[in-house]
């Protein structure tokens, strides 16, 4: 058996993903949304096992790879502590901060809700500096989806579930091209299994940066609304709080679908809704 942080990404993977990446698509399935886990890797994971990798010649994150069950997830939102470390990429805050908000944020590769009973508070900055590298906003919201759907399974079942990201940096690039979210619960007889392998990308709409370095190119956003009057496109309101969203913006999951409704820009414009601020649609 492989040991834990061998798994890569396939070469056949790394060509699905790009022949997949155009500007609409944020996250893509992979194997069929099919991980590539197996039961036998709990064992792996047993005892005082470090769920991370170390950092790469290059400082950057590899691997991560836990059991997350009742033992491991954080019982509040609470206690968050502050994050002093700098994965690659990092940016000054003027660059970042462009219109009013911010483009990239620290993500973890593991969600601080699923692994917090692990992580005390004087080992936590050491796991962050292995937990923790650059992605987009919408990157950010995107997985905390898939995190929410662990953290919901095992507190609706009590199952444990393997849970494995992994980041995917091209050749020296400081920032991640995108992670490979994978779960798979170890069933009680009863209940419902939980079954993803995903790839998050990581973009932000209208905006165009370096992976190398991190350095954001241009950010056309703001000159969008215009646009958007001409624009046939249509855009994904959610009518609970009147916000607007791409199609493939993560928040889109989340709307409940008799709250779900499809309009064209233009028409959009008029009606004065709120844009999405992690799609930025405008
Ligand atoms: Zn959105």
Known sequence: MKLKWEYKISSEDKKYIKNHDNPDEFIIKL?????????????????????????????????????????????????????????????????????????????????????????????????????????????????????????????????CVLYRVTPYFEGSNKLVYGVRMEAKSINNKDTKGLLFNVFVYNKQPCVKFKYETGEILTDESKDLSKKMLKTKQKYVINEKNNRFHIENCASVYDIKSQKKVTQKGEDLIQEKKCPCGICIPY
């Open 31 to 159: 194997n069929g949304n099919i991980p590539y886990l197996v039961d036998d890797n709990k064992k792996q994971l047993e005892g005082d096992v470090n769920p991370f990798s170390d950092l790469d010649s290059l400082n950057r994150c590899g691997v991560a790879f836990a059991c997350i069950s009742n033992k491991t997830l954080s019982e509040g939102q609470g206690n968050r502590p502050s994050i002093k470390s700098k994965p690659t990429g990092i940016f000054s805050k003027e660059e970042n901060f462009i219109n009013g908000k911010y483009i990239f944020q620290r993500c973890h590769l593991i969600g601080h809700q699923l692994l917090q009973k692990k992580n005390d508070k004087k080992n936590n900055e050491n796991v962050n500096k292995i937990n923790l590298f650059i992605g987009t906003r919408l990157m950010n919201h995107g997985m905390r989806y898939f995190e929410n759907l662990v953290a919901d399974h095992v507190r609706e079942t009590g199952n």
